[in-house]
């Protein structure tokens, strides 16, 4: 038995253009929430901290919440998952995958769950069993829809491909969080 396994986004995985490298900031209050297992709301009424995607193609990452501060880092992928830490009036403060952390216009950000492929390639497999077969091999970085989750395992979307990957290999939710 022969198994077709497609390799899904090589070509996109470049996903970010940096002006400078942000440091990492000192731990937030919402670090610490989550760290012990609780939630805030923050000024919109929405969960702090929370996962969000960018709605805009080219988004810039500001070092404070205002046009006024300086671009650290130009975003350029849409649908690039995202960390909401703070608010502040139309601002969000948030994090990337790579923990650098700055503020981003709301009118940027999307509530739809996106996840990204971490660090290597991975296998997207037809059922959630480490044993299952393979339908597709992901390159690091692919953006994925982010359809459930339960246990260790999520259901994922690449293009016209779908299947389960484990939600260690994914960037964009928490651990033990469940996606319905």
């Known amino acids: 038995m022969s198994v077709s396994i497609k390799l899904l986004g090589a070509a996109s995985a470049l996903f970010m253009l940096a002006a400078l490298s942000a440091p990492l900031s000192a731990q937030t209050a919402a670090d610490k929430q989550a760290k012990a297992g609780e939630e805030s709301l923050g000024a919109s009424g929405l969960a702090l901290p929370r996962f969000v995607s960018l709605r805009a193609p080219k988004v810039n990452l500001r070092t404070g919440p205002g046009v006024r501060y300086p671009i650290e880092w130009v975003y350029n992928r849409a649908g690039l998952p995202l960390e909401v830490l703070d608010e502040f009036e ?14 981003v ?6 509530g739809e769950r996106k996840v990204m492929v971490r660090d290597k390639q991975r296998l997207l497999r037809n059922k959630p069993d480490p044993a299952a077969a393979g339908v597709a091999l992901l390159a690091p970085g692919v953006i994925a829809n982010l359809e459930r989750c339960a246990d260790v395992w ?10 389960w990957v484990r939600r260690i290999d994914v960037y ?3 651990p033990g969080e469940s996606i319905r």
């Open 90 to 103: 139309t601002w969000r403060q948030v994090r990337d995958w790579e923990g650098s952390v700055g503020w």
């Open 105 to 110: 216009h709301q009118s940027m950000l999307s």
């Open 154 to 163: 999520c259901f994922i979307e690449v293009q016209d491909t779908s299947g």
């Open 172 to 174: 964009g939710l928490y």
